[in-house]
């Protein structure tokens, strides 16, 4: 009976040092978590580098990809995405980056893949920042600018839905009366909203290959009509969150775009980045006047630079002056701190 009980306790004892070794464990890799997705506003900015970091280098990873903005690598049964400070205008990748972008975007788009969690999955793996964080760990300062992800197959349909006339949307209703086969009401003027949100998707193009806007039922041939129905009913609830969330931080969002993979199964999931200004067109809320141009927190202040220039819109782009690059960071910024702002009173 002796025997038995210090048989008993010399286990218990092993099994509470085990437990105590993995609570530590999981206390340092919690702590690497907060530094990841609950980053402040404050920290974030300390964490912006100097220089552009336009290429991912040194990590010890198969590349498989190189996109406008991100490095993707293969890990096996997941991928690592790495969001650079790369820029690209009119599906042009310009030879200057925005320093800090590639964070800023990343952490955008943590923030919002936790709040549209409700309305469909997304493509982080499970305990993304534990995963993450050992993963990265001989690596922190590529951190804040990275996701590790289920290996998933993309759509071949770019999601855009569009709020407001502005941009090629306000373009093609000044030719047509219409956005690509959708009718609108006569005499919209610029940055106005819409009746209701529209969905406008695009076919995804290659690197240096053009987006083109599509109609439904070219949309539905590339993807399947189930698929496709699936995708405008989900890419428009996720606009409609994203613009209510958007009104509490004192913005309008214009106009975005959504990305979307399916598993082996086919479940759909949402992929690559979330309302961020790369992907979005934020306008404050102040000051709004439907009839002109808007004053926007997205990368649109590069855009109406290069149309400026006598640039056909090809590559290569032009290189941009530091004052744009120092003022597109500043928009970024300026959308990351509302939303942020906008947070704590969710």
């Not at 090629?168 to 009746?195: D, F, I, M, N, V």
């Amino acid at each position: 009976m002796g025997t038995d009980l210090r048989k008993i306790v010399k286990t218990t004892f092993r099994f509470s040092l085990r437990k105590r070794f993995f609570q530590k464990i999981f206390v340092r890799f919690s702590q690497s978590m907060i530094s990841i997705t609950n980053m402040t506003f404050e920290e974030i900015c300390n964490q912006l580098p100097k220089q552009a970091r336009r290429e991912v280098v040194n990590l010890p990873f198969k590349k498989i990809a190189t996109g406008k903005v991100r490095e993707i690598f293969d890990l096996g049964d997941r991928l690592l995405i790495v969001a650079t400070d790369r820029l690209s205008a009119f599906d042009v990748v310009l030879p200057d980056g925005v320093p800090g972008k590639g964070l800023l975007l990343t952490q955008i788009s943590l923030w919002w893949f936790e709040r549209t969690a409700t309305i469909i999955p997304n493509h982080l793996v499970p305990n993304h920042d534990i995963e993450l964080a050992k993963l990265l760990a001989n690596f922190p300062e590529w951190i804040p600018y990275a996701m590790l992800v289920r290996k998933l197959q993309p759509l071949k349909l770019e999601a855009v839905v569009r709020g407001y006339l502005a941009g090629s949307g306000w373009k093609e209703y000044q030719k047509t009366g219409g956005l690509w086969s959708r009718h609108l009401p006569a005499e919209l003027r610029e940055s106005e909203a819409l009746p209701m949100p529209l969905f406008t998707p695009t076919t995804k193009a290659a690197v240096g290959d053009k987006d083109l806007p599509v109609t439904d039922e070219e949309g539905a041939k590339v993807i399947g009509t189930k698929r496709y129905e699936a995708v405008k009913r989900i890419a428009l609830e996720l606009f409609k969150l994203g613009t209510e969330y958007a009104a509490r931080a004192g913005l309008i969002l214009a106009d975005t775009k959504f990305e979307f993979g399916v598993d082996a199964s086919g479940e759909l999931f949402l992929i690559d980045e979330a309302l961020t200004p790369d992907s979005s067109r934020y306008w404050p809320q102040e000051g709004y006047v439907p009839g002109q141009p808007q004053p926007a927190f997205d990368k649109q202040y590069v855009r109406d630079y290069l149309e400026t220039l006598t640039w056909d819109k090809t590559p290569p782009g032009p290189n941009l002056p530091e004052d744009v690059i120092l003022k597109t960071r500043e928009k970024y910024l300026a959308a990351l701190k509302a939303l942020m702002r906008g947070k704590l009173t969710n």
